[in-house]
């Protein structure tokens, strides 16, 4: 048989056992405290390190509850803001406006930050375009907010002659678009090719596969990369400045000017008055407590949509 | 009913890998096949050329004449087209994580536009007591997912998912080489039932296995086929000495 290339008999040295290892030698137990030592030393530190990152968290929260929560009474959300030197007053029309403009461009920013990670995903892979795609994100991720602003204030506002919540929108989902491009494009990356080859396999074609299969499988890490990306611009001042500008009245209009949180907030905290300062602690606490309701709400809804799908 | 399948001059590549060199076989139609040979020899490119599921993977490429029935599959018909009628179970059991039991048996109708209830649920039934699932899940069918079940019912779940779309061919990668033997008997026992009514080819690297299910075995080594004969044949008596090599060398 030795001239069978697919037996290979155990190399003759190897057959021999090593001498077994005495557990009660002083190396093996100094090894075993010291093993001990690091272990504990180690949860220790990763513990630390946690309070470290929670503890300012939660002050801030704290401090935010304390300050605004003092100011806040029924006016601030059906008023909108009185003259200076009138009491009173509330932040009305910067809550439907914040509504309003972060609506516009969740319905601008999400369809195509997720479209686009399909791509770069599903059907750009290797292809020099995706390269290009996946570079422009990364760039546009790093632009700051202030540059967005103007940049949309010279696109869209120079173009129509006036501020608008429309260009505000715009301004706002292009800064959505990066976080949501990459994050469905990982996250799509971490579906198991062996599902999709199951898809192809029952002969469905592409689109249904990554529109059925992929995307389904993939939803809960998308929607929270859509969460968080909406998170980040719903506190965003900067590119409002110079498109959604802001107004002291009702305005329901998208080519008009809108009021929005964050710049009604930024206004009255630097105000000299101490009234507007408490409105803006207000303000604040209820712009943290909108995000994290709409955050929580897609996350419920989201949660109930895959049992769904699954029973 | 299944159908041969008829291949002539089958080349496949991997970039600039040839490794598919010039295979001819006939495949007889409800018969089991199996494929032996170590691995890399092409066993798994030759059954992924059989639907057209080799030429997803954007650098690989496929040419020669694969007849089934009688359409050349490279040239009659679109991959979306064959893959409907050539069934495939994978090495590891995949189930659409996300899917109930029903839905993934349903998958292949549902995913296709099929909508019919009816239907629907007579053909996952049908299909679940095909692939001997159905007593074990038929209590929990929309309410488990198809990933909660072990692995070997998970395989059996996508041997059903395969035959939910009524194929003519049934092609299995190594169906059972990550399950325990209980779940590996259990599942010869369903080709052994199948094969009346379907084209299997089966690639393995069990040889006991190839033995029990398959009528005829086909010997790959090194992207070549060296052999094709009943199984026999192949494990009695080869004509290769190279396929000889393999089968006792395999045995000790």
């Not at chain 1, 090719?193 to 074609?205: C, K, T, Y």
């Not at chain 2, 790959?220 to 009943?230: P, T």
Request: with cysteine; hydrophobic share 45%.
């Amino acid at each position: 048989m030795g001239a069978n290339p697919f037996h290979t008999p155990p190399p003759a040295g190897d057959t021999q056992l090593r001498p077994p290892i005495n557990l009660q030698s002083r190396r093996m137990r100094l090894n075993t405290v010291r093993r001990y030592v690091v272990n504990h030393l180690v949860t220790v530190l990763a513990v630390l390190s946690t309070v470290i990152v929670i503890v300012p968290l939660i002050a801030i929260l704290a401090y935010l509850v304390y300050m605004g929560a003092t100011s806040l009474n029924l006016a601030f959300f059906t008023k909108i803001p009185a003259p200076v030197g009138m009491p009173g007053g509330g932040m009305a029309n910067g809550i439907v406006g914040s509504g309003i403009v972060l609506g516009l461009c969740s319905l601008m920013g999400i369809p195509v930050g997720i479209a686009a990670g399909v791509y770069l995903a599903e059907f750009g892979r290797g292809k020099p375009l995706a390269g290009a795609i996946r570079f422009t994100a990364d760039v546009l991720n790093g632009v700051p907010s202030i540059v967005m602003g103007l940049a949309i204030y010279s696109l869209v506002v120079m173009r129509q002659h006036h501020f608008s919540a429309f260009a505000g929108g715009v301004a706002l989902a292009i800064m959505m678009v990066p976080t949501i491009t990459r994050t469905t494009e990982e996250m799509l990356a971490t579906v198991p090719h062996s599902i999709r080859e199951a898809a192809l396999g029952l002969g469905v074609p592409k689109w249904r596969t990554v529109l059925s299969v992929s995307l389904k499988t993939a939803a809960p890490g998308i929607i929270t990369g859509c969460m968080l990306a909406f998170a980040r611009v719903a506190g965003e001042t900067a590119p409002l400045l110079f498109t959604a500008f802001g107004n002291q009245f009702w305005s329901f209009k998208l080519t008009e000017p809108i009021a929005a949180l964050p710049l009604q907030i930024f206004v009255y905290a630097m105000s000299p008055y101490d009234e507007w300062h408490r409105l803006a602690w207000a303000g604040s606490l209820v712009l943290i407590v909108m995000i994290m309701v709409a955050v929580t709400l897609v996350r419920i809804y989201a949660a109930r949509g895959m049992l769904k799908g699954a029973s | 009913m299944g159908v041969g399948i008829n291949v002539e001059h089958l080349n496949a590549w991997y970039g600039t890998t040839h490794t598919l060199q010039d295979i001819n076989l006939n495949i007889p139609a409800n018969h089991a096949t199996a494929l032996i040979g170590p691995s890399g020899c092409g066993k798994s490119t030759f059954v992924r050329c059989l639907n057209r599921m080799h030429e997803t993977n954007p650098i690989a490429r496929a040419t020669g004449v694969v007849r089934m029935g009688d359409i050349d599959i490279y040239k009659d018909a679109q991959p979306v087209q064959i893959r409907r009628r050539v069934g495939m179970v994978f090495q590891r059991p995949n189930p659409f994580p996300t899917m109930s039991i029903y839905d993934n048996v349903a998958s292949g109708l549902k995913l296709n536009g099929f909508r019919n209830r009816a239907v629907l649920d007579e053909t996952v039934e049908r299909s679940l007591k095909s692939a001997a699932l159905w007593e074990e899940v038929k209590d929990d069918l929309k309410k488990k997912s198809g990933a909660s079940l072990s692995g070997g019912q998970q395989q059996r779940m996508c041997i059903a998912r395969a035959l939910a779309v009524d194929p003519e061919v049934l092609l299995m990668d190594e169906p059972a080489s990550a399950l325990d033997p209980v779940s590996t008997s259990k599942i010869e026992d369903l080709i052994f039932q199948l094969k009346s009514q379907y084209t299997i080819v089966i690639v393995t690297h069990n040889m006991q296995q190839a033995a029990r299910v398959a009528e005829n075995t086909g010997f790959f080594l090194n992207g070549k086929m060296v052999e094709f004969d009943s199984t026999h044949k192949i494990f009695t008596n080869p004509k290769d000495k190279r396929t000889e090599d393999y089968i006792t060398g395999r045995f000790g």
